[in-house]
């Protein structure tokens, strides 16, 4: 009697908790389906908003269009046409009520806005008109000058207030998107709320499940809750699994069951902690599951045991209550394995992001920049911050047309992609070539939601195109010019027309046979370029007395300079100047510095070669006494085909190269060349080379060979 | 009025051995009378006296090139209205095109055949004169 008395009384209450719980449940139910509404509502204004772009943007063309082509009528017309499509859109945007969006401000200033562009496109077009009748009637220049200038004066107004128009339609964007966000923050609490619902629907069903068994009452009525109550345990997506105070399975359900691949009957009675990885069992001794907080006990960082032995990341929740005054443990067992690796590949897609050498730009999907790369900055010079919420016109460089850039545009909505090269300009001001990538990108309703721009660097890259483009045109100019002769002398001989004056017959040949010779030093010297260039030059690097080299390299020279009437002299002293280098090479350096001085010399010049100390190095000049190198012509004294004079290049039979092949050669020998010079007295070209050191271990005899990329191997 | 013959050819140049053979071809295969200058200020320093009817110039010369030469010719009045024609061993498609707009008739490139050059040369004059009756009417 007293039993039951109890019960009626647990049975009031319940009914009470159970009521207040429905109230509370109904009212939730009916806050998320008026958020479902209104998110329907502002999605439609949201692509009504967006839909307000392009009409927009097309009020500015007609006076832009008109200032280019004077199409005075079909511009009217365009702009009316436009003015009509713009009005259909703003319309739309007049029928969504149900939202708690208030643009009202935003329409107004909307409104002013495209009355003032509205009134200043008539103007240019009225400008555009007045100036064509002018241009007719061949009035004053400054008349039609006037004209123009004000319609370049009120586009540019037009400019601004087209401007300030996109800026607030971007306001209006950001207004409703901050209410999607809002009400999809409330739909997710809403939710959060139901699952809230579901779990204390579960805890308190488990109890009842429990309470029912221990009492024995059971009535056919509540046999059939149990099962009811069992069903939805088994089906929750969370395995649940109960222990008594030592640690004992009392239950499981179905999902519990597949998480540790056990079946509920072996795994009864057996201790929960032989199904934690022993490494994190104290993690699990230590923690703490009281009985009086909701949020208490969730505990991540488990690793949980498979019947298969295999390890997983497990998260771990525990509610102690106690039932019939003996207390018990419920587990709430989730295996997180899947997220933690989803959260490896956002680190890992974030360490990409972070390092790679391309530069990444993510703009929101009014192309606001949201996110830039370190590479990015590199690039641009413009820093993460500073970028923020701009633009990314600001890296225009105004090289491309408009043209480029709606195509590059038609090209993104029609297929989503657009990739290509542009020009644009860096925070410095200077213009580079990139290569560009952009993709748009969706989100799950298929809608774009960002756009992705990736990027490098290829202006170093074009650069280097262009010189090689240039070097090959010089090349193919040069052999031409000798060939030219050669043809040209060889086709006159052959057909007999100077037969007749031996002379000229002899100077026809004498030419061909001067410019053969020339073909053949100039293929032997873009060769040795070329090689140079290509880093395969061999140098065959060993002990050579540059003192030696010198008496050598005048001895050489010395017919030729006689051909010019100059005299070589060595001035070089008694001592030994070891130097490690290729002999050949520095032979090939030294007679290309006697010729130019030979063929510059004065007839009856002298030219001192001389060796001597300069510091750590040996230095070997030759001075001459000859016309000397114009002031103008100094920086390019080392070029590729370079020379002061090209005719003097012909008479004098250089090939333009010589220099700087030697340049080059000394480059690589670790040393410097350079020269001095004041024309008509003296000019000196001199090259130092670093002395021989004990300690480099090269004996007389001895070799290293290099390439001209660098050391290659040490041999004896 | 001119009589409509060529004869008078101002021929620029820089090396002197192609120089010679131009001249050489044009005078003993064409006929032509030839007054060939090694720089543009040696041509200005002649221009006048020797009246040409047709400019031939080189394209690639230090100090004045090609294109700058035929501008200092022009205004001179003895080399205002002949026709030019540059010769060149520039032979990249775009530099020619670039020539071509530069106010002259034609652009031979190098190598050529000293034994066709006359004729080239006669046909570029035949074709001006034609174009010029057409344009005065």
């Known amino acids: ?716 | 009025m001119h009589d409509g013959t060529l004869r008078r050819i101002l021929y620029v140049e820089d090396d002197a051995d192609i120089r010679k053979i131009v001249s050489m071809s044009l005078e003993m295969v064409g006929d032509y009378a030839v007054v060939a200058c090694g720089s543009c200020a040696d041509a200005l320093e002649v221009v006048d006296d020797f009246d040409p009817d047709l400019l031939l110039l080189d394209v690639m010369m230090p100090d004045v090139d090609g294109p700058a030469t035929l501008r200092r010719l022009r205004k001179r009045e003895s080399a205002a209205d002949v026709p030019a024609v540059f010769i060149t061993a520039k032979v990249q498609a775009s530099d020619i095109e670039r020539y071509k707009r530069l106010g002259v008739c034609d652009v031979i490139v190098k190598p050529f055949d000293p034994m066709l050059l006359s004729d080239r040369i006669g046909q570029i004059w035949q074709d001006y004169r034609s174009g010029e009756r057409v344009d005065t009417g």
Not at chain 1, 259 to 280: C, K, Q, T, W
Not at chain 1, 349 to 365: K, P, Q, W
Not at chain 1, 407 to 434: C, F, L, P
């Open chain 1, 1 to 716: 009697m007293e039993k039951r008395e109890r019960h009626k009384f647990a049975y009031g209450i319940a009914g009470l908790l159970i009521l207040a719980f429905f109230v509370w449940t109904f009212n939730l139910l009916l806050s998320v389906q008026s958020n479902w509404a209104e998110s329907n509502d502002v999605t439609a204004m949201d692509k009504d908003v967006h839909a307000l772009f392009d009409p927009w943007r097309n009020l500015n063309r007609p006076g832009n269009d008109v200032l280019e082509n004077y199409e005075v009528a079909a511009q009217k017309k365009a702009l009316g046409r436009y003015l009509q499509e713009y009005r259909q859109a703003r319309g739309r945007l007049d029928m969504h009520g149900r939202s708690k969006v208030d643009l009202g401000d935003y329409y107004r200033d909307m409104d002013a806005a495209a009355q003032q562009a509205e009134t200043l496109a008539n103007r240019v077009l009225e400008l555009a008109e007045q100036r064509e009748s002018l241009r007719l009637a061949g009035a004053d220049p400054a008349l039609i000058s006037a004209a123009e200038t004000e319609a370049a004066t009120t586009m540019a107004r037009m400019d601004q207030a087209f401007q300030s128009g996109l800026d607030i339609i971007a306001g209006m964007d950001q207004v409703i998107d901050q209410r999607l966000l809002d009400l999809e923050s409330a739909r997710r609490k809403g939710v959060g709320s139901l699952y809230l619902i579901v779990f204390v629907a579960l805890v308190s069903s488990a109890l009842s499940l429990m309470l029912l068994r221990r009492t024995s009452t059971q009535g056919v009525a509540l046999q059939s809750g149990s099962e009811r109550l069992n069903a939805i345990v088994n089906n929750v997506v969370d395995g649940i699994v109960t222990v008594d105070e030592s640690g004992n399975i009392e239950s499981l359900n179905r999902t519990a069951e597949e998480i540790f691949g056990y079946s509920s009957d072996s795994m009864v009675g057996h201790n929960f902690r032989a199904l934690i990885s022993p490494e994190s069992r104290a993690l699990y001794d230590t923690a703490d599951f009281s009985s009086d907080s909701q949020s208490a006990g969730k505990v991540a960082g488990f690793t949980g045991i498979r019947s298969d032995g295999v390890h997983f990341s497990m998260e771990l929740e525990g509610t102690r209550i106690s039932v019939e005054g003996r207390p018990i443990i419920i587990h709430i067992v989730r295996d997180v394995t899947e997220r933690k690796r989803s959260q490896k590949r956002l680190q890992l897609a974030a360490t990409v992001f972070e390092n790679t050498s391309e530069g990444i730009m993510i703009t929101d999907r009014n192309g606001r920049i949201q996110s830039t790369n370190p590479a990015f900055t590199a690039i641009t010079g413009f820093a993460a911050d500073e970028v923020l919420g701009q633009n990314p016109r600001i890296l225009q460089s105004g090289m491309q047309s408009r043209d480029f850039y709606e195509a590059m545009w038609q090209s993104i909505s029609d297929t989503g992609h657009w990739q290509g090269e542009i020009v644009n300009r860096r925070k410095n001001g200077e213009a580079y070539t990139q290569w560009l990538n952009i993709n748009a990108v969706k989100d799950g309703s298929d809608r774009v939601s960002h756009y992705v721009g990736v990027t490098f660097d290829i202006s170093e890259l074009k650069a280097s195109e262009r010189m090689k483009d240039e070097f090959i045109a010089t090349v193919s100019h040069e052999l031409r010019t000798p060939l030219t002769s050669i043809h040209g002398s060889l086709s006159l001989l052959d057909s007999g027309v100077p037969a007749k004056s031996p002379e000229k017959s002899a100077e026809l040949i004498r030419i061909a046979k001067e410019n053969s010779q020339r073909l053949v030093r100039l293929i032997d010297d873009i060769l040795s370029i070329a090689k140079i260039e290509s880093d395969t030059m061999r140098f065959q690097l060993r002990s050579v007395n540059l003192r030696e080299l010198v008496a050598d390299a005048v001895e050489a020279n010395q017919d030729y300079a006689k051909q010019f009437g100059v005299r070589l002299l060595v001035r070089s002293g008694t001592e030994d100047a070891h130097v490690l280098a290729d002999k050949d090479r520095l032979m090939q350096v030294l007679a290309n510095l006697l010729s130019n001085a030979v063929k510059h010399s004065p007839k009856g010049g002298e030219i001192s070669v001389e060796t001597r100390h300069n510091e750590g190095y040996w230095r070997v000049t030759v001075t001459d006494n000859g016309v000397g190198i114009p002031k103008s012509f100094r920086p390019e004294v080392f070029k590729k085909f370079a020379q002061a004079d090209a005719s003097d290049r012909r008479k004098r039979g250089g090939t333009g190269l010589g220099l700087s092949i030697s340049k080059a050669i000394i480059d690589r020998l670790g040393g410097r060349i350079g020269f001095e010079s004041d024309p008509g007295v003296r000019t000196c070209f001199y090259f130092d080379l670093p002395k021989m050191q004990q300690h480099w271990g090269v004996e007389a005899g001895g070799e290293r060979i290099m390439t001209s990329a660098g050391l290659e191997a040490g041999r004896e």
